[in-house]
């Protein structure tokens, strides 16, 4: 079973930063994710880590966040930049071991229990 926790969120003013991580317990996964929900919307696929396959981006974040794996440190990072005020939601981490979910666009199978992050000025 993967276990997730994420951490890093918080208050920033548009325009700022905020790199938020993921610390990873369990089996190898070939697969990680970020997803986001803000109140009264659907979750939605930030951006995505893939073992051979690389990283891929929501068009809303392309050029501004940054997925990337630490293996030595087991763990996920999301590296926000350029914040909007529509980029406020809760971040969540997601896990899929065998990375066949990802692939066709569903959820993986663990989850964490989502950072707060909020822009405002």
């Known amino acids: 079973q993967v276990q997730l926790v994420e951490s890093g969120g918080g208050l920033v003013q548009p325009g700022g930063s905020l790199r938020l991580s993921c610390a990873i317990s369990?089996?190898?996964?070939?697969?990680f994710a970020w997803f986001r929900q803000a109140p009264g919307r659907q979750r939605e696929l930030v951006a995505r880590?893939?073992?051979?396959?690389?990283?891929s981006y929501a068009d809303s974040v392309k050029g501004r966040f940054t997925i990337s794996r630490d293996n030595a440190k087991n763990t996920i990072y999301l590296q926000m930049n350029s914040l909007k005020p529509e980029d406020t939601a809760v971040y969540y981490c997601?896990?899929?071991?065998?990375?066949?979910?990802?692939?066709?666009?569903?959820?993986?199978?663990?989850w964490g229990q989502g950072t707060q992050v909020t822009v405002s000025s």
């Open positions: 997601n896990a899929d071991p065998l990375g066949i979910l990802h692939f066709r666009g569903d959820y993986g199978s663990y």
């Open positions: 369990g089996p190898s996964t070939i697969s």
């Open positions: 880590i893939r073992t051979g396959d690389g990283t």
